[in-house]
């Protein structure tokens, strides 16, 4: 059990942002850090390098000048950093050199003037620099070869080797656990934010996260974090609003019906069992209403934004929701749609959300209804305009909420569930279009329903 925990917990911060970070940056900083120690390493080389042959050439210059005056003796010297000299003629004879040439074969000699690093295993096991130049003097033309040993080169390449090998672990380790600290505490507030939102449940939406005050991403994060609660707490409220009102408005007709029902049974001698009939099958044609308004809530907010749209006219689907309603009330309602209107819609749903308008409507006017098609600037206008009591202009916004009630004219016993215009507002909204009131318009309620043309 033990075991396991500790590989959980060893898995848990291998796979942290944290982990991650520190990380790549000690290696992108150790692969740097190689690079310009191999760089340094053989910057070194190169100058140590170069001060050696400045060296051989002062020596080679000042050899030159004693064999041009004919005064170079058999056996050359030495100095601290050479390793051979040696003077060749032209037939291949060695005029001079130092002690250790002696039976050198300089035929592995370079033949031509420059500087290079060769090996001779007679002289040395070790590889030197070795410079050759061509001289001349009283004993003829020959070649001078100066060598000078590399030892300096080696020992300085190894020490400052030897102290990259220790430095550059050191830093980066050094890096790795101040980058570990940094990253840390750039995170806290995000291991914060993760932990307010671990202990947010559903009944604790009002809980926000902690703002940082940092104006950084992570505050961002958790201002964006907040507004998203506020969405879920406000979609929550609303979601509890919409069950409690539809169980009340799903109860109040059940209630009516169990107490006609039950006066039925008590006082069977007196009861009016048409009148009874009657009554409850109106309730249950208002249920039944009322279950097809949730049942398509339901399936809009599930659906939302999924529309199978085609070019309509609106004037044919007005025309049709016009005449139904002509038949089933005795209120005038008067058309006018002299033009074209051709909009992308649903058909059906389009229909639905006008006809409850135009229920709406017909439901407040007292004698008459007006409904207008207009199309102009690649926008078509439906207007529905009644001469009832009209809507408080405080109250424009909240006749779209669901299950909206008003305390002035247009109450609960007149206006239904309260799902009709909210029902019209969603389909509208779907179709890229809006449904608002009239503000200016006076004796009465003027909705108007705009949506884009069709093109």
């Known amino acids: 059990m033990e075991a396991d925990q500790a590989r959980r917990s060893r898995r848990r911060i291998t796979k942290s942002v944290r982990f991650r970070i520190t990380a790549l940056a000690t290696l992108v900083v150790v692969v740097v850090l190689v690079g310009t120690g191999i760089a340094l390493v053989l910057l070194q080389q190169r100058a140590l390098t170069s001060a050696i042959d400045d060296s051989l050439r002062q020596r080679a210059g000042d050899l030159a000048a004693v064999y041009a005056a004919g005064d170079v003796p058999a056996r050359l010297g030495v100095g601290a950093d050479e390793t051979f000299v040696v003077i060749v003629g032209r037939s291949g004879v060695v005029i001079a050199g130092s002690e250790n040439t002696r039976g050198l074969d300089t035929t592995a000699l370079p033949s031509v003037e420059g500087v290079a690093t060769v090996r001779v295993p007679e002289v040395d096991d070790d590889p030197f620099r070795l410079l050759t130049r061509e001289i001349d003097g009283p004993a003829g033309a020959g070649l001078l070869h100066v060598a000078g040993s590399l030892d300096d080169v080696r020992d300085g390449s190894e020490a400052l080797g030897n102290s ?8 980066a380790a050094l890096l790795a656990a101040l980058v570990w600290w940094l990253v840390g505490r750039a995170l806290q507030p995000v291991e914060s934010i993760r932990t307010e939102v671990a202990e947010i449940s559903g009944s604790e939406l009002h809980r926000r996260v902690p703002l940082p005050q940092t104006g950084d991403e992570i505050d961002r994060l958790a201002a964006t974090m907040n507004a998203m609660l506020d969405r879920v707490e406000e979609a929550s409220r609303r979601q509890q609003q919409f069950a409690a009102d539809a169980s009340h408005e799903l109860r109040s007709p059940l209630t009516r019906m ?5 006066v039925d049974l008590a006082y069977p001698s007196t009861s009016d069992l048409a009148a009874t009939h009657r009554s409850v099958l109106e309730e249950i044609d208002a249920l039944e209403d009322l279950m097809g308004d949730l049942l398509y809530l339901a399936r809009a907010d599930a659906a939302r934004g999924m529309l199978d749209t085609v070019a309509v006219d609106a004037r044919e689907i007005v025309g049709r929701e016009v005449e139904r309603l002509r038949d089933a009330t005795d209120c005038t309602i008067e058309l006018d749609a002299a033009v074209p209107a051709w909009i992308d819609a649903e058909a059906r749903s389009f229909g639905r959300a006008f006809g409850n308008v135009l229920a709406n409507a017909v439901n407040y006017a007292e004698h008459r209804v007006a409904v207008s098609v207009r199309s102009d600037h690649g926008k078509v206008e439906v207007a529905v305009t009644d001469d009832g009591p009209g809507i408080p202009v405080e109250a424009h916004d909240r006749v779209f909420e669901r299950f909206a009630r008003l305390d002035e004219a247009r109450s609960a016993e007149a ?11 969603d389909i509208v909204e779907r179709h890229g279009g809006s449904i608002t009131i009239d503000a200016t318009y006076g004796g009465g309620a003027r909705f108007v329903l705009v949506l884009p043309a069709s093109t």
């Open 164 to 171: 990259l090998f220790v430095a550059i672990p050191f830093v």
């Open 258 to 262: 169990r107490s006609e029902l039950e």
């Open 415 to 425: 206006g239904g569930t309260g799902l009709g215009l909210a029902i019209a507002r």
